[in-house]
């Protein structure tokens, strides 16, 4: 709901208002409704509101509890915070306002660091105390709102978005451990690193203490595990939970809120399902928008003919845009200049068009992201559970973009070294608390790769038009139920079984059992024309070749035949090349 930003000084200095105005002039479309700033002296907080709970100024930020001596930015929203302020009343809390940014404060007064696991909902804050001079910084445990930050020894300062530290003196520098992770997993780079040196991510289910004397101290709160209950739990029982779970996790991102409320209706059954589960539970006038491109070969487009039939079934209030190739490349510069880092995924562009529309009707709306991930939606994983030999090998030939004696020809040569996306891999698959190997995948992908791909996606592109975006099929409970599913049942079907079954009696046969779709844009898939043009220019400019990031010759081979060069999840790898230069171009450059 906001664009957040502030810095705490470890080296003496005072936080000048410049400093944060910079941060906050590039959060502004985060939180177009109003802004504030807050500070005193080593520390200071900026932000940019979108009001969507509590729309008076009682409700402004940065919010500072001059009783209880703490201050507060927060981005997100609380979905549980009437019954959490209906708790604290009760224990002797007054308030001054009813926005879920005072029930954190009171909150973190209360219960302090454990005040997290009694939130429920999609957050990044930090909180001042001013007595004993100490920062609180947290994230969701989904990690569905971002936090940036560069930490040295002379300050501490975190944002929103990297464009924002971007106006700071950091390091710049191209971080070789994400470059080759970007062009690993498909324009994912795992928290703590970002493609830029001198900017961290705070990884998701994770808060950081700070101290006035630079020492500072991280923790995980959340890391669940990925195995069948202790007691026995037949295939009915975990469908009509799954109905439950998802049911409650519609409801209450549709009741938090002082404004109306939309879906982002792709046609695809998650969507779908989500319309379908609102109308259950009573909701009478919902409103729907959905977006489809140029058909490019035998690759459709839109998927206008199953949305438009659960329009005319749950008889919704809809929109939809259809946007031409020619529309696409002269607003491409504009979504890159507002992604946080590199985004490869075809419907980023996609995101941000149908956003600047929606943002005209609404400003919050209902998302399907998270379904394919904790449902077992994916073509590739009934692939990598049948694959055989280790299990490193097994996810990577399935998922990896390219192999790593291909990323070593992909790059320059300083840029030539171990292969960190399996040494990550390795990590990640190593931890404890799961049944098998898919299960491994399946918490992989659900904890840590989806934060990086489709949610990171959807925040960046709806928050660029002051729109913001719930994603119910990531609510913390159904993902924890969701992971204790057998892998044989979600994947049975062809995948997301579960999702399936709870619809037979809500959704049309042919929205549930049509061929899985995506939100499509072809153009940047099957590279031609002008596109393929466009691209060439980029990864050709004296720019590109000044930076030395990638190795030319094998950059040629890519643009002379682009559509040789696909990944193993059918993207273009020529895409990923261009867009991760002109990034570079718009977000370092300029």
Not at 310 to 315: D, G, H, L, N
Not at 422 to 429: G, I, R, S
Not at 540 to 566: H, N, T, W
Request: proline residues 4%; glycine residues 6%; contains cysteine.
């Amino acid at each position: 709901m906001c664009g957040i930003c502030g810095q705490f000084r470890f080296d003496g200095k005072e936080v000048s208002s410049e400093s944060l105005d910079k941060m906050m002039s590039k959060l502004a479309r985060r939180g177009p409704d109003s802004s504030g700033q807050w500070s005193a002296q080593h520390i200071g907080f900026g932000h940019q509101r979108l009001s969507i709970i509590d729309l008076s100024s009682y409700g402004s930020q940065p919010m500072v509890d001059d009783k209880l001596e703490l201050t507060l930015v927060f981005n997100g929203t609380i979905y549980n915070y009437k019954s959490l302020r209906a708790q604290l009343l009760k224990k002797g809390y007054n308030f001054f306002s009813h926005s879920d940014t005072e029930v954190i404060i009171k909150a973190y007064h209360f219960w302090g660091e454990n005040c997290l696991e009694h939130l429920d909902g999609m957050f990044a804050f930090a909180i001042w105390e001013h007595t004993n001079k100490k920062l609180f910084v947290a994230r969701d445990r989904m990690g569905i709102k971002p936090l940036y930050f560069n930490s040295t020894s002379k300050a501490f300062t975190f944002a929103s978005n990297s464009q924002a530290l971007l106006t700071q003196e950091i390091d710049r520098s191209v971080n070789p451990i994400a470059l080759q992770q970007q062009l690993s997993l498909h324009g994912v780079v795992p928290a703590p690193n970002t493609i830029i040196k001198g900017i961290q991510k705070l990884k998701p289910g994770s808060y950081m203490i700070l101290k006035s004397d630079g020492q500072i101290q991280e923790k995980t709160y959340w890391s669940p595990n990925a195995k069948r209950p202790d007691r026995e739990v037949s295939n009915e029982e975990y469908i009509e939970r799954t109905h439950e779970l998802l049911t409650a996790a519609v409801t209450k991102r549709m009741n938090a809120s002082d404004v109306p409320i939309g879906v982002l209706l792709s046609g695809g059954l998650d969507s779908s399902l989500i319309v379908a589960l609102l109308k259950e539970a009573g909701h009478e006038r919902i409103r729907t928008f959905s977006i489809g491109f140029e058909d490019i070969d035998d690759e459709a487009g839109s998927e206008f003919e199953y949305s438009d039939q659960i329009v005319s079934r749950f008889k919704t209030e809809h929109k939809k845009y259809k946007v031409s190739n020619q529309e696409v490349l002269p607003r491409l510069s504009e979504a890159v200049l507002n992604m946080a880092e590199p985004m490869v995924g075809q419907d980023a562009v996609a995101f941000y068009l149908l956003s600047e529309q929606v943002s005209k009707h609404t400003k919050v709306v209902l998302s399907g992201q998270g379904a394919d991930e904790a449902f077992a939606g994916y073509f590739w994983y009934p692939r990598m559970a049948d694959e055989h030999g280790n299990e490193i090998d097994r996810f990577s030939k399935h998922y990896v973009d390219r192999p790593h004696k291909e990323y070593l020809k992909t790059v320059a040569s300083k840029y030539r070294g171990e292969n960190h996306t399996h040494n990550w891999l390795n990590k990640e698959f190593s931890k404890p608390g799961t049944d098998s190997f898919i299960d491994k995948v399946f918490r992989t992908d659900m904890t840590r790769l989806i934060v990086d791909d489709p949610v990171k996606r959807v925040d960046n592109m709806t928050m660029a038009w002051g729109l913001e975006a719930r994603v119910p099929f990531m609510d913390t409970e159904l993902v924890e139920w969701a992971l204790s599913i057998p892998p044989s049942l979600k994947m049975r079907e062809e995948g997301k079984y579960p999702l399936k079954k709870i619809s037979r009696s809500l959704l049309p046969k042919s929205v549930i059992d049509r061929k899985k779709g995506y939100f499509p844009m072809p153009a940047l898939k099957y590279i031609q024309g002008e596109f393929l043009e466009f691209m060439s220019d980029i990864l050709l400019s004296s720019a590109c070749r000044s930076r030395g990031v990638f190795d030319e010759q094998y950059i040629q081979k890519v643009i002379d035949s682009p559509r040789e060069y696909m990944t193993a999840l059918n993207g273009s790898r020529l895409w990923h090349l261009a867009l991760l230069e002109y990034w570079f171009q718009i977000n370092l450059d300029n």
